[in-house]
């Protein structure tokens, strides 16, 4: 288990049992994922196929009380996965955590509510499915600009080669949203 560097936000690697036919690996264990420090109730699974190399999704978020804490993983090509630490009030607001998730490796991000959460794949036809604590609720979606340049994060693709929604182009940045006081309950 690697714990990152902003709290809360945990990259770990579940283990494979591998032989010449392969590998068994427990993707999740309520016990085993206790003890990492995630005792959430997951109640949605989500999955996405990103068919291009640079397709960004994100930097989503829900607010009140559906804010979502996402468990995600890449079983299929590999993606740079990327949290937003968006608590109001935090020592880390504004700072971001990026991991390489990807089908090799296996490792999976846990993503808290409070984060806003995005990622950008880095092989053709990527899947990344996460378990989520939250139901979807578009009255509570939002989102921030993905390359916002005050969040410093380096995205592996220049935003005129983006692969990006209408929604993704035109969120606000950071600063740009307002205040984040009660966005999340």
Known sequence: MRQDSIDGVIQFTPRRFGDERGYFAELYNQERYRDLGIDEVFV???????????????????????????????????????????????????????????????????????FAHGFCTLEADSMISYKVTGYYDPDADRGILWNDPGLGIEWPVEAGDAVLSEKDQNAPTLDGFGDFAGLFT
């Open 44 to 114: 949605q699974d989500n999955e996405s196929l990103s068919a291009q190399v640079g397709t960004v999704r994100g930097l989503h978020f829900q607010i009140g009380g559906s804010g979502q804490g996402k468990l995600v993983r890449c079983p299929k090509g590999a993606i740079l996965d990327v949290a937003v630490d968006i608590r109001h009030g935090s020592a880390t607001f504004g700072d971001h955590v990026a991991v390489r998730l990807d089908q090799a490796t296996g490792n999976q991000l846990w993503v808290p509510v409070g």
